[in-house]
């Protein structure tokens, strides 16, 4: 039962992952920050920070708040559903004026602005697709969940790779606006798809419901703040605070790609497991069972990643060393 639930659907989720978005990280985005140059792409990238850090404002914590209670409760989803549906809508709206407002507040330009509005339409599709997605994994629908989960990225490859061929070159605002394409398709799959099976079109909004379940997403609003600070605020702090920001943030990006894809690779345990503790939370023997085998899984995971780095970095160091001996320095300063 165990490896029905978890284990095969995890490496399914993982498997076509580890086929998509490694490729996106590491070539496609990497090509587009050749193209487009450092400063344009550390522009993007502190932009991207700034929209991610305020993304709180959009998802409010619902996504986990959704996959909790889905899971451990099964009444009446579609009038749930349907008023977080329109919480997320009136979310988006604030979420516009503030991203606007403080981008202005702390000196972006025109420019960055105008590209600081296709960001944030990004982000917005992405937070209703991640939405979609929370519904879809709450009713153990883990394949589906797993194909929505690269759809999007498969997409914006085609696209990029077919605007590059007859085009040859590519603006930041055409990345965005590829993006944009790409997450609007995917959204509006997994809109189509949710609708049908719960039918929330015809659900109008109740102004008491809407205010009870933001008190009880608020605990996860705190957490998604507290987490989007913590990943994304070193790019934009790159941005502002340096003479030559944008090009230096575009360095830092180039890194952070690697750093970004290891720590997606891990967070795909978080969707599949969050559903499966709701779901089994007074089941003691199951959550144990659960809990020990997600951990060895993580420490193999986590451990061998860890291991072929060091031994990568030792074998950089070892031809650094020998690359100095032969020009006669005695040490390295790798």
Not at 115 to 130: D, G, M, P, R
Request: hydrophobic share 55%; proline share 2%; charged share 10%.
């Amino acid at each position: 039962m165990l490896q029905r639930k978890f284990i095969l659907p995890l490496t399914f989720l993982i498997g076509i992952n580890l086929l998509i978005k490694p490729f996106w990280v590491l070539v496609i985005e990497r090509k587009i920050q050749l193209l487009v140059g450092e400063s344009q792409y550390g522009l993007y990238f502190s932009l991207f920070s700034l929209s991610f850090i305020l993304n709180v404002f959009l998802d409010f914590g619902i996504q986990i708040y959704n996959t909790r209670t889905i899971s451990s409760q099964s009444a009446q989803p579609k009038d749930y559903f349907g008023q977080l549906a329109w919480i997320k809508f009136f979310l988006a709206i604030a979420y516009f004026i503030i991203s606007i407002f403080i981008a202005y507040f702390i000196g972006f330009e025109r420019e960055a602005i105008h590209l600081l509005l296709w960001v944030c339409a990004n982000q917005f599709l992405l937070a209703f697709i991640a939405f979609f997605r929370s519904t879809i994994i709450a009713h153990q629908r883990n394949y589906l969940d797993a194909f929505f989960s690269v759809f999007d990225k498969l997409l914006m490859i085609i696209l990029v790779l077919t605007f590059l061929h007859f085009r040859h070159t590519i603006t930041i605002f055409q990345f965005a606006q590829i993006q944009f394409t790409a997450l609007g398709i995917s959204c509006t799959l997994g809109a189509f798809f949710v609708n049908k099976h719960l039918n929330i079109s015809s659900v109008k909004p109740n102004i008491k419901s809407i205010f009870h379940l933001l008190k009880g997403a608020f605990p996860y609003a705190l957490l998604v703040l507290f987490m989007s600070i913590y990943q994304r605020i070193d790019g934009l702090m790159l941005e502002r605070m340096l003479l030559n920001g944008a090009e230096q943030a575009g360095i830092y990006a180039a890194s952070f790609r690697i750093l970004d894809a290891a720590s997606n690779m891990l967070i795909l345990f978080g969707t599949t497991l969050l559903p499966l503790f709701s779901r089994h939370l007074l089941q003691k023997e199951v959550l144990i069972k659960i809990c020990v085998l997600s951990t060895i899984i993580i420490l193999a995971i986590s451990g061998s990643l860890a291991l072929l780095s060091w031994l990568l970095e030792l074998k950089l160091c070892l031809q650094c060393t020998d690359n100095h001996l032969e020009n006669g320095q005695n040490h390295c300063d790798f």
